[in-house]
């Protein structure tokens, strides 16, 4: 029996059980839209209730809880969602369980009976907090200066614990159970790395000052033996498109590179949500500029407090991290010592032009519709990195592409190096890496991926060496 068909090519669909069992979930999700449906578990072949008619520029996610539903929502100007208790019976709202808080976002939700476990986000961290049947809530917090919390998928409703994954640049995951009576985290497993001492080395967040003012968050990776006001090269990361954080995960490939001499740092600039969704907005479409100038504002903060040695910054970014990292490059090319840009989106004007490219439909709210809106054009036009390249003198710049990306096509690489080799009045290299046979990302095999973080790192030693 045909539940629901979705015409819409930029609305995502998902089936899924409510937490305690009493519905069957119908989520169906855009970039700037979401509509959910519900069926009564034991009676799936029937019509399902719509909770909320879809309404471009509302999202909303559904779980239970208890005797009620709940609904996870930006709605009513909450852009960083609040958490509402709905009547399962007439989907009216009975209370507001989590008010809206400006700047604490909240991630994730995963009921339990014996409590309410949420994730959210303060000043750029994770923290985790239980909310109790009787109204009380703890809160579970970490020392660390920069880390990852996860929840993991697939929980039971009637455990009496919640199970997490905690990782930072230094430390490998650690899979840990935060029992609700007593609110005490018990570690059960750790990925362990043979030789892998993780006391070597030192994560620190820093911030740096924006040209307006803002505050842009960084986490840096260093060795502990590395004297912090001794400058190093350093290798600056970053992505800041689509409301993704970049988390502060545990990196092998980064810790290699520590270990031959570097810094490792990642920039969470805006465009990402690491401050909730007004660091989104004020990094995309016509704000997208910020990004990049945030992501120049953390390389200099670094060099200025004697983290980076002068001239020796190497840029990395992947797909649309590579136009944060090509963007900062064609607005200041003297500032990098390389650039790394692993399958990057760097020719939008043309790629957002193609009413035919699937992807297009969903990117619109990010970035502009350049067919139908003149101003969306121009300011696309102004920031794509392929269209800017302008006569300068290019630092040495590795491109790769995949043959199968479907995301990002292999000419928007392709053509941006033989711009740069057209346009550069430096001597650098402008390399293309084609791969045959991958698609936007690599394969989960190790190899093949620890053998791509070795010619990375291998060119960044390199770029550092000639400066």
């Known amino acids: 029996m045909l539940v629901h068909e979705e015409h819409d090519p930029a609305i995502f669909m998902q089936v899924a059980r409510t937490a305690a069992d009493s519905f069957v979930a119908l989520t169906l999700g855009g970039p700037d839209v979401s509509e959910v449906r519900l069926i009564a578990a034991g009676a799936e072949t029937e019509a399902p209730r719509?909770?909320?008619?879809?309404?471009?520029?509302?999202?909303?996610?559904?779980?239970?809880?208890?005797?009620?539903?709940?609904?996870?929502?930006?709605?009513d100007g909450a852009i960083d969602r609040k958490l509402l208790c709905l009547d399962p019976a007439s989907f009216a709202v009975r209370r507001e369980l989590v008010p809206h808080r400006p700047g604490v976002p909240i991630i994730a939700v995963l009921p339990f009976a014996d409590a309410l476990v949420r994730l959210e986000r303060v000043e750029g961290l994770q923290r985790l907090v239980l909310t109790y049947p009787d109204g009380k809530e703890t809160t579970v917090g970490f020392d660390e200066p920069a880390y990852c919390l996860e929840l993991t998928p697939a929980q039971s409703y009637a455990a009496r614990q919640v199970r997490i994954v905690h990782q930072t640049p230094a430390s490998p995951p650690r899979w840990i159970d935060v029992d609700f009576a007593s609110g005490m985290c018990c570690v059960v497993g750790q990925e362990r790395l043979k030789g892998f001492d993780p006391a070597a080395y030192r994560v620190e967040r820093l911030h740096a000052r924006a040209a307006d003012g803002e505050s842009i968050p960084i986490t840096v990776l260093s060795r502990r033996d590395a004297a912090a006001e001794t400058p190093l090269p350093l290798l600056l990361t970053g992505y800041g498109a689509y409301g993704i954080a970049s988390e502060a995960r545990f990196s092998l490939p980064a810790t290699v590179l520590v270990d031959a001499g570097f810094r490792y740092a990642i920039?969470?600039?805006?465009?990402?949500?690491?401050?909730?969704?007004?660091?989104?907005?004020?990094?995309?479409?016509?704000?997208?500029?910020?990004?990049?100038?945030?992501?120049?504002?953390?390389?200099?903060?670094?060099?200025?407090?004697?983290?980076?040695?002068?001239?020796?910054?190497?840029?990395?970014?992947?797909?649309?991290?590579?136009?944060?990292?090509?963007?900062?490059?064609?607005?200041?090319?003297?500032?990098?010592?390389?650039?790394?840009?692993?399958?990057?989106?760097?020719?939008?004007?043309?790629?957002?032009?193609?009413?035919?490219?699937?992807?297009?439909?969903?990117?619109?709210?990010?970035?502009?519709d350049p067919l139908a809106d003149p101003e969306a054009y121009d300011w696309i036009a102004s920031i794509s990195p392929y269209e800017n390249v302008k006569q300068a003198a290019y630092p040495p710049l590795l491109c790769t592409a995949g043959l199968k990306d479907d995301r990002v096509p292999y000419w928007e690489p392709a053509k941006l190096?033989?711009?740069?080799?057209?346009?550069?009045?430096?001597?650098?290299?402008?390399?293309?890496?084609?791969?045959?046979?991958?698609?936007?990302?690599?394969?989960?095999?190790?190899?093949?991926?620890?053998?791509?973080?070795?010619?990375?790192?291998?060119?960044?030693?390199?770029?550092?060496?000639?400066?």
């Open 417 to 467: 190096v033989a711009n740069i080799r057209h346009l550069s009045t430096g001597g650098n290299p402008a390399v293309l890496q084609l791969d045959p046979d991958s698609g936007h990302q690599q394969s989960d095999d190790l190899d093949r991926e620890f053998a791509q973080a070795a010619l990375f790192w291998a060119f960044a030693q390199h770029c550092v060496t000639v400066a």
């Open 267 to 368: 920039a969470h600039v805006r465009g990402g949500s690491e401050k909730g969704a007004r660091w989104y907005r004020d990094g995309c479409r016509m704000n997208k500029r910020n990004s990049m100038t945030d992501f120049i504002a953390c390389a200099q903060h670094l060099q200025g407090i004697g983290h980076a040695a002068p001239g020796k910054i190497v840029a990395h970014g992947v797909s649309a991290g590579g136009l944060l990292v090509c963007g900062a490059m064609n607005i200041d090319p003297q500032s990098w010592a390389g650039v790394i840009a692993q399958v990057p989106f760097v020719d939008m004007l043309n790629t957002m032009s193609d009413a035919d490219h699937p992807l297009v439909p969903l990117l619109r709210p990010d970035w502009g």
């Open 50 to 75: 719509i909770l909320r008619p879809r309404q471009r520029g509302i999202r909303y996610e559904v779980n239970e809880w208890g005797d009620a539903l709940l609904m996870l929502t930006d709605a």
